[in-house]
């Protein structure tokens, strides 16, 4: 019972935005989208998390669109090292549990 | 900040044996976590504490996997007796909940355990 769907896998250009996509159509008005990615042999690292309004932290930027029904992460400049499994996930406002799916692998490319 | 400190990094053991693992959270930080990692499966929540109270294990697999935190700084994930099936990365996270949404987990270098 998947909440959000992502692409498998995507290729950047290094030192061009990365725009990863992410389909979360049955979102509930309290669920929040985090973004966590996972580098290659490491745990999960936090990206960032948003509501209804759009965020931008020191690592990247939140689009979430008016209806909430989807959303875009978007590293402004990718570099080699963000190179990961990128995972889109909803969760209820005050729960601390986290579903991970399967995640969209980012290849970025020199 | 050292951050999640999980030990040991790798464990080897044989089908039957007892293994634990162990997770020292970020100070300050009030709940916990226990997920595990195969190809198979991804990554899945077992367990998670908070205020050092088991909140929800019904990501547990069975019986022979158990979990605690005597204090806020220690947690335990023991498995007995273990079998190959259960070899996987096992990672700590933890996180500061204050009741509010939007609270980010992080996670530890993960035990990757082989049962053989």
């Known amino acids: 019972d998947a909440k959000t769907t992502q692409p498998p896998s995507m290729d950047c250009a290094e030192g061009r935005a990365a725009n990863l996509p992410c389909n979360h159509s049955?979102?509930?008005?309290?669920?929040?989208v985090y973004w966590y990615r996972q580098i290659h042999s490491q745990g999960p690292q936090y990206i960032i998390h948003g509501l209804k309004n759009n965020e931008t932290n020191e690592m990247a930027s939140l689009i979430i669109t008016e209806d909430r029904k989807s959303s875009t992460l978007i590293l402004p400049h990718a570099t080699l090292r963000d190179t990961a499994v990128y995972y889109c996930i909803v969760s209820q406002g005050g729960s601390e549990k986290l579903v991970f799916g399967k995640g969209m692998k980012l290849t970025v490319n020199p | 900040d050292a951050g999640v400190i999980q030990s040991p990094r790798h464990e080897v053991t044989e089908m039957g044996q007892e293994v634990t693992l162990r997770c020292k959270p970020i100070?300050?930080?009030?709940?916990l976590f226990w997920y595990r990692q195969t190809m198979m499966r991804g990554l899945e929540l077992l367990i998670y504490f908070n205020n050092n109270v088991p909140i929800d294990d019904s990501g547990m697999p069975e019986d022979r996997f158990s979990a605690k935190m005597p204090n806020a700084s220690f947690s335990t994930l023991k498995i007995q007796p273990s079998e190959p099936r259960d070899s996987a990365v096992y990672f700590c996270?933890?996180?500061?909940?204050?009741?509010?949404?939007?609270?980010?987990?992080?996670f530890g270098p993960g035990t990757r355990l082989t049962v053989t």
């Open positions: 100070s300050g930080h009030n709940s």
């Open positions: 049955t979102i509930s008005g309290n669920e929040y």
């Open positions: 996270a933890s996180s500061l909940a204050l009741r509010q949404a939007g609270v980010e987990q992080y």
